[in-house]
T-cell receptor, first 116, second 115 residues
Framework: AQTVTQSQPEMSVQEAETVTLSCTYD???????LFWYKQPPSRQMILVIR??????QNATENRFSVNFQKAAKSFSLKISDSQLGDAAMYFC?????????????FGTGTLLAVQP | EAGVTQFPSHSVIEKGQTVTLRCDPI?????LYWYRRVMGKEIKFLLH????????ESGMPNNRFLAERTGGTYSTLKVQPAELEDSGVYFC?????????????FGQGTRLTVV
């Protein structure tokens, strides 16, 4: 069975600085998706960034980028030029490809605080 | 277009009572998922509907939980009778018909507290 581990329950960053959130996972599959989701307080969880395992190039979405190390089964999220609106709970998630259900397997989350 | 909406946003009930959570998916989304996060732990999959049919209910904790999706539209998740360990945040997500890059859209969650 696949597992996702986020070892940082809480992180803090100064506004305009860069922060990296860690995520490791375990799987025997070769093709899969990895995601970072963001949940602001009392609001909907939204997709931040997605990475396909067969793509070697790291995904980037504006100030958000990932460092995907397939052999090490590591998938960290880097947030550059942090803004106050980045404060949220961040979840790393895994999804198999080609299964009957596209269910997500989540980590325990990292609560990110952004200091002004 | 409205996103995934969940009702209520919060619910506090006593042990032994019944609670029904509701999820309205995005219109046209055949797939509907329920997840749960117990305080401080990971978000766990509960079950998956494709239209009105249960595709995968392997994550349902026990028979006190009953999920329905009448007519393939909104879904309800009933907990009867509720126990203390059922407390947590229940998330609903929906997505379009299966595809390699199908994205799941989440609701804001229902925070359930059983006292």
């Amino acid at each position: 069975a696949q597992t996702v581990t986020q070892s940082q329950p809480e992180m803090s960053v100064q506004e305009a600085e860069t922060v990296t959130l860690s995520c490791t996972y375990d799987t025997s599959e070769s093709d899969y998706y990895l995601f970072w989701y963001k949940q602001p307080p009392s609001r909907q969880m939204i997709l931040v960034i997605r990475q396909e395992a067969y793509k070697q190039q790291n995904a980037t979405e504006n100030r958000f980028s990932v460092n995907f190390q397939k052999a090490a089964k590591s998938f960290s999220l880097k947030i550059s030029d942090s803004q106050l609106g980045d404060a949220a709970m961040y979840f790393c998630a895994y999804r198999s490809v080609g299964g009957a259900t596209n269910k997500l397997i989540f980590g325990t989350g990292t609560l990110l605080a952004v200091q002004p | 277009e409205a996103g995934v909406t969940q009702f209520p946003s919060h619910s506090v009930i006593e042990k032994g009572q019944t609670v029904t959570l509701r999820c309205d998916p995005i219109s046209g989304h055949d797939n509907l998922y329920w997840y749960r996060r117990v305080m401080g732990k990971e978000i766990k999959f509960l079950l998956h509907f494709v239209k009105e049919s249960k595709q995968d209910e392997s994550g349902m904790p026990n028979n006190r939980f009953l999920a329905e999706r009448t007519g393939g539209t909104y879904s309800t998740l009933k907990v009867q009778p509720a126990e203390l360990e059922d407390s947590g945040v229940y998330f609903c997500a929906s997505s379009q018909p299966q595809g390699r890059s199908t994205e799941a859209f989440f609701g804001q969650g229902t925070r359930l507290t059983v006292v």
